[in-house]
């Protein structure tokens, strides 16, 4: 299961990257996108169902131009993945380049993601599930 799991993670990256949409198909209805872990965080911290989450990337990469999401490695932890992800833009009102790691700890169940918990160091995000941080950058 997964390996079911890491490859459900990986196509929804690349279905997002083709459309920069949610990929509304892969989430549970009862969908949660948790900023609550992410440090520094003052905006809502619980973004709940697909439609919420789907809000809550327009208003994330709406200030960038240029911006891009890479993600660096997926690793499983049970029923849970952790993407260890970087992003990259232009701010559109400075002009100024952004380059930023963070991680994502993605719960899935019955083949459907069912919440997100977003971590501003992929050491946080890896010790959360249980999982070694070495090989981190």
Known sequence: MSDANIDL????????????EFVVQSAAPDFVWDMSKFA???EQPLYEGPDEASRFLREWTEPWDEWTLQVD???DAGDRVVAVMRQQGRSKATGMRVDMSFAQVWTI???KMTRM???ADAAEALHA???DVSGLD
Do not use: H
Request: charged share 20%.
């Open 117 to 119: 918990e977003m971590y």
């Open 40 to 42: 520094g965080w003052l």
């Open 73 to 75: 490695s997926l690793r």
């Open 109 to 111: 169940a019955d083949g």
């Open 9 to 20: 993670v990986r196509r929804s990256y690349e279905l997002f990257a083709a459309s920069g």
């Open 129 to 131: 599930v249980g999982l």
